[in-house]
């Protein structure tokens, strides 16, 4: 067998399965430490502003009943069905279970840990990302090969078909907002079609160019 | 000051390199464990492996996202399922226009990731005043009802017809299981996704299939936990 370079190897190294695991780890070490920097600073937590307002309203008054049920519910759930798809969701499982869910268990159980400083919180984050990586890995290679193969090329070629409706919608979405908007998305979208570029493309700057001028 | 620009990077960089290696993967899922989001698969096949609509894509979100870390120091979910993807996905494109090389690749993908995550991660948390408001208000009343459609219906629509299109037995799983995720989580994409799973592996094995059994017996605890943390029981009072 021929010597592979370095980079060859790495490529296989990333297409790995288990490699999946050290992802994890670091996607959840970087979301869950930027949580520690919103409680310290009060910036920089990765989820929308009334999923942060769930935190914050544990931090004023001691309860994360909220936070705590609504993320950790969405975590286990997300913890499922990721191996059995193959899709782990991101927003459910790490934004939202990693970042507001679990510092919200560890604070209400007063665990201050975590929180101390950055690289404590990175720490944390990063078991707490090994486990679910782990735990994803661990159902996946349960559930054997072949099970889920049948179903793929359903699964992608509608995956795929989505993509088709983004730039209507973007055009019709500008055109409800606004008409600066909506002329803006449809100029943008004809030349950028008949360009042979992509039409989500034109669309979007197209609004935020012409809304720019004269909104 | 210093601090809060050290940590981002290391956050930046980290999170955006680990989650667009995970993008990558998804063009290879199921074979390979990936993460990220159906509406990110969407999204990115949306673009098709133009640098421009992925780069203006991230820029519309960037924006919100900048109002969002302005008015409360949420970054927001954007900057990791679309901005961070996106714009590593146009930084590789504009090199190299085959997507197979670039975009599917994750070593080419987290070392854009965690370049462009660390520096998105840093403006936003130090410097997203900057953002005219009006491009964000722009960005935030365009894009956030387009892609919340693409989202919920039209997502559920197409994979329900999918399912429906590939014979009686997939049809009928991803009808019942379609439905009964869109009463318990709100969208019928994961329920239609399990069904497809469902209804080809029974259609190759059959039900006697040990394994077809077990993920049946699966997907019903998932879907019991599912609507009992998101409180779907108490709705029948």
Request: net charge positive; proline share 3%.
């Amino acid at each position: 067998m021929e010597k592979k370079t370095f980079t060859e190897k790495f490529d296989a190294f990333m297409m790995k399965d288990s490699t999946f695991i050290l992802l994890v780890m670091g996607a959840a070490a970087a979301i869950f430490s930027g949580t520690y920097l919103f409680i310290k600073f009060g910036t920089g937590a990765f989820n929308e502003i009334s999923i942060v307002a769930m935190l914050t309203d544990g931090m004023g008054s001691g309860d994360y009943a909220a936070a705590a049920g609504f993320a950790t519910g969405f975590l286990i759930a997300r913890i499922l069905e990721g191996p059995l798809v193959g899709l782990m969701d991101i927003g459910g499982s790490l934004m939202t279970g990693v970042g507001i869910g679990i510092p919200a268990v560890f604070l209400s159980m007063g665990w201050k840990f975590p929180f101390s400083n950055f690289f404590s919180a990175l720490l944390v984050g990063a078991i707490i990302g090994i486990t679910i990586g782990g735990i994803i890995i661990i159902i996946r290679k349960i559930v054997p090969d072949g099970m889920a193969v049948g179903g793929t090329g359903i699964m992608m070629g509608a995956g795929n078909a989505v993509g088709r409706y983004l730039a209507p919608l973007i055009i019709i979405a500008a055109a409800q907002y606004n008409v600066y908007t909506g002329i803006g998305a449809l100029i943008g979208a004809a030349f950028f079609y008949k360009w042979e570029k992509e039409m989500t493309g034109g669309a979007i700057l197209g609004a935020m160019i012409l809304g720019a001028i004269f909104l | 000051m210093l601090e809060i620009i050290i940590c981002s990077m290391v956050i930046g960089a980290l999170g955006g390199g680990c989650i667009a290696a995970g993008a990558a993967r998804m063009f290879h899922a199921p074979k390979v464990q990936a993460m990220g989001a159906f509406r990110t698969l969407g999204e990115m096949n949306a673009c098709s492996g133009d640098p421009i609509a992925h780069f203006s894509f991230g820029l519309g979100f960037f924006f919100s996202a900048a109002a969002s870390a302005v008015a409360a120091g949420a970054l927001t979910g954007e900057v990791l399922h679309r901005i961070v993807p996106n714009w590593s996905a146009a930084s590789l494109l504009v090199k190299n226009k085959n997507v197979e090389e670039t975009v599917w690749n994750p070593r080419k993908m987290m070392m854009a990731g965690s370049v462009i995550g660390a520096v998105v991660v840093v403006f936003l948390n130090t410097m997203a005043q900057l953002i005219p408001e009006k491009l964000s208000l722009i960005a935030q009343n365009v894009l956030t009802p387009a892609t919340g459609w693409l989202i919920n219906p039209v997502m559920p629509a197409i994979f329900w017809l999918a399912a429906i299109d590939a014979g009686k037995v997939v049809g009928l799983w991803g009808t019942v299981l379609g439905g009964i995720s869109a009463l318990v989580s709100g969208n019928a994409v994961p329920g239609i996704v399990l069904g497809i799973l469902i209804g080809k592996s029974a259609e190759e094995n059959g039900y006697k299939n040990k394994m077809v059994q077990i993920l049946i017996a699966i997907v019903i605890v998932m879907f019991i936990a599912i609507a009992y943390f998101r409180g779907f029981f108490g709705k029948f009072v």
